[in-house]
């Protein structure tokens, strides 16, 4: 079992910058792909970003390339979620998420922990 705890939330200002960390218990993450989603109000779950184990490899879906960086230091048990050049649509609660495979999945439904979610808010 792994219990994941998101930090970080809060509210941000259009273009403007947060990070958000993700730690883990439980478990070593080094064995897991990990993940963050995100849900707006009224909206489905999306896919933002996703790193292999190794953090040799990740994805990023095309509204926040180039703005947001995930990263990884297994020996903290950590992931990280850096949010530069924030604009009003990226509020919702952020979530993150491991995957037992340890590859780089987009598919929420692919990943086997998920934490409780952080609130991010960006105001134009």
């Known amino acids: 079992q792994v219990q994941l705890v998101e930090f970080g939330g809060g509210l941000g200002q259009a273009g403007g910058s947060l990070r958000l960390s993700c730690a883990a218990s439980g478990r070593t993450l080094s064995t897991f792909g990990m993940g963050w989603f995100r849900q707006a109000p009224g909206k489905e779950r999306e896919f933002v970003a996703s790193?292999?184990?190794?953090?040799?490899?990740?994805y990023y879906a095309d509204a926040v390339k180039g703005r947001f960086t995930i990263s990884r230091d297994n020996a903290k048990n950590t992931v990280y979620l850096q949010m530069n050049t924030l604009h009003p649509e990226d509020t919702a609660v952020y979530y993150c998420?491991?995957?037992?495979?340890?590859?780089?999945?987009?598919?929420?439904?692919?990943?086997?922990?998920w934490g409780q979610g952080t609130q991010v808010t960006v105001s134009s």
């Open positions: 998420a491991a995957n037992f495979n340890g590859r780089a999945i987009t598919i929420s439904r692919r990943y086997d922990f």
């Open positions: 790193i292999s184990q190794s953090g040799g490899s990740t």
